[in-house]
């Protein structure tokens, strides 16, 4: 479904951000450049590197007709390229003088928007380079930027952890810790989420950080409602913090790269894992899609970006046989939910399924709330033996919550021995 058909070495330290256009592709990097190939055969152009910065550069991005690049660095300046040339455009310095760590076009190429390490968020006018609107976040420093893809308001993730939503008066509209350990990225899904029973829309915006996880959120804003931000779900797969995020342009996949050297590709529809690809050897420090086909590149600090084509064929089949498989378990009876059960290994829990009258629509409707609030299952992750010596001594209170546990069953966490298998793996070779 998906095969890595090029590899790009060019670069002598760390990648650090790659962006797609219609026709190139960019990547930046510690040492110092931005490389600019073409999307015909992945041959670097003849004005590529790109060298203007003193220091490491952090981000790059296309504006949306792909004729204008920017990049920021340590150096405290984000610069504009022009993509069909190489010519400097314009040496914007943030006011403050603080290193820059990300930037990002309004979908409109009206604005730019560069976020620096000391907390402060800038709105440049892209056509005049001036300075338009300029604020701060309360704590830490930016890491992350992106724009609805309405334009109307746009969120920055900071390394304290906190989303924070603007307008394009530079208003801010709503702050939120998202991220315990510090966010890293953040991505709009091009594709809204239409609400039937008010004929809005909605947007996904997915989120990731130093707590080695990818979250999504359901974010609306109209002038007479207000803004909302919901928490939707959070994604599982990787074992080490999530460094980048970012949406197909169908808003059909979501891509993540993080420091288990891993780049895991969800269906955004289920959230369910496509594809875990494990090619680079040191941390996955950058993902992007492009823009009209189904390529992906993804960035490490091993120095190289991977160019991955996705088999559209198989996608859909892939598409089509999970819809099936919802169909199918929708239909289970009690009993049939009970035969998987016993054969997941779970028969410890038959009964307590049984009571609650979980059938197969009721089975895929469970969150872990429901599943603390309503069946009574503690939820948590305890080493066996320690929770077996706790029962053991007449404890019947979970240790996390001190609440009465009405049932002394332990269900085997799978998912987090396999992520433990999947870590020991990668650090003992």
């Known amino acids: 479904m998906v095969k890595l058909i090029h590899t790009l070495a060019d670069h002598g330290d760390d990648v650090n951000c790659c962006a797609f256009s219609f026709s190139l592709l960019a990547t930046c990097s510690l040492d110092k450049t931005i490389r600019l190939y073409s999307l015909r055969d992945f041959t670097e152009l003849p004005h590529s590197p790109l060298k203007f910065h003193t220091y490491a550069v952090h981000c790059c991005c296309f504006s949306p007709s792909g004729h204008i690049l920017a990049s920021c660095s340590t150096d405290g300046t984000t610069v504009l390229w022009n993509t069909e040339n190489g010519q400097m455009l314009a040496v914007m310095e943030q006011p403050s003088g603080s290193p820059v760590r990300v930037c990002q076009f309004s979908p409109d190429s009206t604005c730019l928007a560069s976020g620096a390490a000391d907390g402060t968020v800038v709105l440049w006018n892209a056509q005049s380079y001036k300075l338009y609107r300029c604020g701060s976040v309360k704590d830490g420093s930016l890491a992350a930027c992106a724009f609805s893809p309405n334009g109307s308001f746009f969120v920055t993730g900071s390394s304290c952890g906190d989303l924070t939503v603007w307008d394009d008066k530079m208003r801010c509209l709503h702050s939120e810790k998202a991220h315990d350990l510090g966010i890293t990225c953040c991505d709009f899904s091009s594709q809204p989420v239409s609400d039937g029973e008010q004929g809005l829309q909605f947007f996904r915006l997915a989120s990731c950080g130093q707590d080695c996880q990818v979250k999504i959120w359901i974010v609306s804003f109209t002038h007479i409602l207000g803004f909302e931000l919901k928490y939707k779900s959070t994604l599982s797969g990787h074992c080490a913090p999530v460094l980048a995020c970012a949406f197909s342009h169908d808003g059909q996949m979501l ?72 169909q199918f378990t929708e239909d289970w009876s009690e009993e049939d939910v009970s035969t998987w059960l016993c054969a997941q290994d779970l028969k410890d829990l038959v009964g307590i399924f049984k009571m609650n009258n979980i059938d197969g629509k009721e089975l895929l409707n469970l969150t872990k709330e429901s599943l603390a609030d309503d069946l009574k299952i503690d939820g948590y992750s305890y080493e066996k033996e320690a929770m077996e010596n706790w029962i053991s001594k007449k404890k019947r209170t979970s240790p996390m919550t001190n609440l009465v546990l009405p049932s002394a069953v332990l269900t085997p966490n799978r998912t987090l021995k396999m992520a433990i298998n999947r870590w020991l793996e990668t650090h003992q070779k």
């Not at 289920?270 to 040191?282: K, P």
């Not at 600090?301 to 999970?322: G, Y």
Request: hydrophobic share 35%; net charge negative; aromatic share 6%.
């Open 255 to 326: 891509v993540s790269g993080s420091v288990d050297k891993s780049v895991i590709v969800y269906d955004t529809n289920t959230e369910n894992i496509l594809h875990t690809l494990t090619q680079h050897t040191r941390y996955v420090t950058t993902c992007a899609f492009a823009p009209n086909t189904l390529l992906l590149a993804t960035g490490s600090m091993d120095k190289t970006v991977n160019i991955w084509q996705f088999d559209l064929e198989t996608l859909c089949q892939a598409r089509r046989t999970e819809h099936q498989l919802k």
